[in-house]
């Protein structure tokens, strides 16, 4: 099995990249399997309904968030529907959504970490949880892991090494280089990065980003513009026994 993951998607700039990109990979590469993070899609932050159903249309058979999941509120109705959007797992008992979903034969499962992130349930503990209870798990296991510190995300591939497909982490929007099949055969990677604007500081406007660093006040971020970028994680898993065969950075820019 071929899965795609694709990067926190930002804005505008990131849907006409997903628009223009997901088919051309998936026709390129024979993809079986596409789950695409959709933390940002909605002018630079959280996902609105029609957002989702965008990314869904262009090919996304999953989508995953984050810490901005709530950012608009007609998108709770949504997380409580069919539409295959969930939400980190570790949130605390009785909000809205589910954090994992079954799709064409794969779990997939959204957690967030807690370094500089706030004050979330264990992701770690949440995680064995879900493995220990879930009856009728299909062996293909693909976990996005949203958060901050590289040492957290570093240390949950590590932890699931051998118990799922894959731990591949978002937030960042700053893809990094050490994807690797762990020695239990998981397939890691710190970020993907993010698809978006490229001329931008993790897909915000450059100019009001810079206000913010300089004058410490508070301002609107809105995207950027110009050239786009897809940052994506192509993983080959035996969908027999779950475990990653390769894992490789696919990356598509705009001229």
Not at 220 to 241: E, I, Q
């Amino acid at each position: 099995m071929l899965i795609l993951a694709i990067g926190d998607v930002i804005g505008k700039p990131g849907r006409q990249a997903i628009a223009r990109f997901l088919p051309e990979l998936k026709q390129q590469y024979g993809v079986d399997f596409t789950v695409v993070n959709a933390e940002n899609v909605a002018g630079g932050i959280g996902v609105t309904p029609e957002t989702a159903t965008e990314l869904l249309k262009a090919g996304a058979d999953v989508l995953t968030s984050g810490n901005h999941i709530w950012a608009h509120k007609d998108i709770i109705p949504i997380l409580n529907s069919e539409t295959p959007l969930i939400r980190p797992l570790n949130y605390p008992p009785g909000v809205p959504g589910r954090g994992f979903i079954v799709s064409k034969g794969v779990l997939v499962v959204n957690l967030i970490g807690r370094t500089f992130m706030g004050n979330y349930d264990c992701p770690f503990r949440t995680m064995d949880r879900l493995l220990a209870e879930l009856p009728d798990k299909p062996p293909v296991i693909l976990v996005d892991f949203h958060a901050e510190a590289t040492s957290e995300k570093v240390a949950m591939g590590r932890y699931l090494d051998g118990r799922v497909s894959a731990v591949l982490g978002t937030h960042t929007h700053v893809g990094t280089i050490d994807a690797s099949v762990l020695p239990g055969g998981t397939a890691h990677v710190t970020d993907i990065g993010m698809t978006g604007p490229i001329d931008s500081i993790i897909g915000d406007d450059p100019q009001s980003v810079l206000d913010r660093f300089l004058t410490q006040l508070p301002n609107r971020l809105s995207a950027g513009k110009g050239r786009t970028v897809v940052n994506a994680m192509l993983v080959r898993v035996d969908d027999a026994t779950g475990r990653a065969l390769s894992i490789e950075r696919i990356q598509r820019e705009t001229d």
